[in-house]
């Protein structure tokens, strides 16, 4: 069963798993490579650990007895919900590697997007969840994930990392 | 109460010690290269109007004008973290390797637990701890922005920290940042000497020892543990370090500051100290233009 105060690592497959609830580490992988063309290649030194329902932590340490930590790695990816939904900070350190589901906004667009505002866009990709980038500094770079509904992009930026540059 | 007037046996120069503890600091921010390189980041704090200034001692130290907005793009990425250019002295004196077993035992908010998860380039075990959960949710989200994933981070007195979560298995490196009276800091902030008294320092400095006791223990024979303060305080900085050699299996390591830097100071109101406190370094701002800080270099025997 899930208990939201320890540390459990992901099964590995789906016959290790002791919890319905909880995504193996191949469907993870899947994920990532599926929605955002993201290679599994990009995790193999993070093994993956759930805490609190549904939150999901990539970790490149070793702690053989995580139970009584506070945090192990970072958060990256939001499951047991019908979307799963990459974090802020995953999107910034593994979605430059993204090949599809990703939109660039131009400089005015990324800086609502950054203040957390919904913006009207002209999207022909699938719907859902995507990571949104901007270029800056010769390169295109994450900044973090947009819902896209109905001709909207939603920011997802949350409140405390929201800024009116 | 003047606090900096019981530091005139000990600094040369007194009288420029005190203008430059009088004077504002420049803004200094390091780049973190788990995310960047420090050129594209210097690139893009360019592009928006920065005028980036590399510390001669540390290229991933960049030099901002004072008046600076915090906000900006680099920042929202992760790339840069606002770094008091002194504190990131300990660190690069500790200097951890990748994939070793690092620990920060006095963490939060987290500016050095991230430049050792960049010198360690995000691989190996990082753990950093801080006893307040408070200050801990600064730490968190400080290291998510800078996407360190190396991380295990714990809440306990690191005057008993306990190894079980790690397997017992003792660090390879350690650093104690040890809470101070933070006198160093006068230069950012004007008040840091108003709460200034000298039971205040008797108390931290209880407090110091039993940190940096506990950390040589945690660390391997062959290891290395850093202390640092922010503070002139000799009873926070050597009278600690001299504390600790007599109990614990372990010796001071001379060290080349890459900082102007005075030696440890071995006597101080008629106390003397084991002569090889000496080879820790003082920092101060009148000879660095930083702020003011101490650092030991410890190696553990056995």
Same mark, same amino acid.
């Given at each position: $069963?899930?208990?939201?105060?320890?540390?459990?690592?992901?099964?590995?497959?789906?016959?290790?798993? *002791?919890?319905?609830?909880?995504? *193996?580490?191949?469907?993870?992988?899947?994920?990532?490579?599926?929605?955002?063309?993201?290679?599994?290649?990009?995790?193999?030194?993070?093994?993956?650990?759930?805490?609190?329902?549904?939150?999901?932590?990539?970790?490149?340490?070793?702690?053989?007895?995580?139970?009584?930590?506070?945090?192990?790695? $970072?958060?990256?990816?939001?499951?047991?919900?019908?979307?799963?939904?990459?974090?802020?900070?995953?999107?910034?350190?593994?979605?430059?590697?993204? *090949?599809?589901?990703?939109?660039?906004?131009?400089?005015?667009?990324?800086?609502?997007?950054?203040?957390?505002?919904?913006?009207?866009?002209?999207?022909?990709?699938?719907?859902?969840?995507?990571?949104?980038?901007?270029?800056?500094?010769?390169?295109?770079?994450?900044?973090?994930?947009?819902?896209?509904?109905?001709?909207?992009?939603?920011?997802?930026?949350?409140?405390?990392?929201?800024?009116?540059? | 109460?003047?606090?900096?007037?019981?530091? %005139?046996?000990?600094?040369?120069?007194?009288?420029?010690?005190?203008?430059?503890?009088?004077?504002?600091?420049?803004?200094?921010?390091?780049?973190?290269?788990?995310?960047?390189?420090?050129?594209?980041?210097?690139?893009?704090?360019?592009?928006?109007?920065?005028?980036?200034?590399?510390?001669?001692?540390?290229?991933? +130290?960049?030099?901002?004008?004072?008046?600076?907005?915090?906000?900006?793009?680099?920042?929202?990425?992760?790339?840069?973290?606002?770094?008091?250019?002194? /504190?990131?002295?300990?660190?690069?004196?500790?200097?951890?390797?990748?994939?070793?077993?690092?620990? !920060?035992?006095?963490?939060?908010?987290?500016?050095?637990?991230?430049?050792?998860?960049?010198?360690?380039?995000?691989?190996?075990?990082?753990?950093?701890?801080?006893?307040?959960?408070?200050?801990?949710?600064?730490?968190? /989200?400080?290291?998510?922005? #800078?996407?360190?994933?190396?991380?295990?981070?714990?809440?306990?007195?690191?005057?008993?920290?306990?190894? !079980?979560?790690?397997?017992?298995?003792?660090?390879?490196?350690?650093?104690?940042?040890?809470?101070?009276?933070?006198?160093?800091?006068?230069?950012?902030?004007?008040?840091?000497?108003?709460?200034?008294?000298?039971?205040?320092?008797?108390?931290?400095?209880? +407090?110091?020892?039993?940190?940096?006791? %506990?950390? @040589?223990?945690?660390?391997?024979?062959?290891?290395?543990?850093?202390?640092?303060?922010?503070?002139?305080?000799?009873?926070?900085?050597?009278?600690?370090?001299?504390? @600790?050699?007599? %109990?614990?299996? #372990?010796?001071?390591?001379? =060290?080349? /500051?890459?900082?102007?830097?005075?030696?440890? @100071?071995?006597?101080?109101?008629?106390?003397?100290?084991?002569?090889? @406190?000496?080879?820790?370094?003082?920092?101060?701002?009148?000879? /660095?233009?930083?702020?003011? =800080?101490?650092?030991?270099?410890?190696?553990?025997?056995?």
């Amino acid at each position: $069963m899930n208990d939201g105060h320890r540390f459990d690592r992901l099964p590995a497959t789906a016959p290790g798993r *002791t919890d319905e609830g909880r995504p *193996t580490r191949e469907e993870v992988l899947a994920f990532w490579e599926e929605r955002f063309g993201v290679a599994p290649a990009t995790f193999a030194g993070h093994t993956f650990w759930e805490k609190g329902s549904g939150k999901l932590w990539a970790f490149a340490g070793e702690a053989p007895d995580p139970t009584a930590v506070e945090a192990l790695g $970072m958060v990256f990816l939001r499951v047991r919900q019908e979307h799963w939904k990459p974090t802020t900070e995953a999107a910034q350190r593994f979605g430059r590697e993204a *090949t599809r589901n990703a939109i660039e906004l131009d400089r005015k667009r990324a800086e609502r997007f950054l203040a957390g505002e919904d913006q009207e866009i002209e999207w022909d990709g699938d719907w859902g969840y995507l990571i949104v980038a901007h270029e800056l500094a010769g390169g295109v770079e994450p900044i973090g994930v947009g819902l896209y509904l109905h001709g909207e992009l939603r920011s997802q930026i949350p409140k405390g990392r929201r800024r009116d540059l | 109460m003047d606090v900096l007037e019981r530091y %005139r046996p000990i600094v040369d120069d007194f009288e420029a010690f005190r203008a430059a503890c009088e004077r504002p600091l420049p803004r200094v921010v390091r780049v973190n290269t788990i995310k960047t390189g420090v050129e594209r980041a210097v690139e893009a704090l360019e592009d928006e109007g920065y005028t980036p200034e590399q510390a001669d001692w540390n290229p991933t +130290l960049l030099r901002l004008a004072a008046d600076n907005p915090g906000a900006n793009w680099p920042y929202v990425h992760g790339w840069i973290y606002g770094q008091e250019e002194v /504190s990131a002295l300990p660190a690069t004196v500790l200097d951890p390797s990748p994939g070793e077993r690092a620990f !920060d035992a006095c963490a939060a908010p987290g500016s050095k637990t991230t430049q050792l998860a960049a010198l360690m380039e995000d691989s190996g075990t990082l753990v950093a701890n801080d006893s307040s959960l408070g200050r801990l949710t600064a730490l968190r /989200s400080n290291a998510e922005r #800078c996407g360190v994933t190396n991380l295990v981070v714990t809440n306990s007195d690191a005057r008993n920290y306990s190894l !079980d979560p790690l397997g017992g298995e003792p660090f390879d490196r350690t650093l104690v940042d040890a809470p101070c009276s933070c006198e160093g800091t006068v230069r950012k902030n004007p008040d840091a000497l108003a709460e200034w008294s000298r039971e205040r320092v008797e108390s931290v400095a209880a +407090l110091q020892k039993g940190i940096l006791r %506990r950390a @040589v223990q945690a660390t391997r024979p062959g290891g290395t543990v850093v202390y640092s303060t922010c503070t002139f305080a000799p009873e926070e900085n050597e009278a600690v370090v001299d504390h @600790v050699l007599a %109990r614990e299996d #372990c010796r001071i390591a001379a =060290f080349d /500051s890459p900082l102007p830097a005075e030696p440890g @100071v071995t006597e101080w109101e008629g106390e003397t100290f084991d002569p090889t @406190v000496a080879r820790a370094r003082r920092v101060y701002p009148h000879l /660095s233009d930083t702020g003011g =800080f101490f650092c030991a270099k410890l190696e553990v025997a056995g």
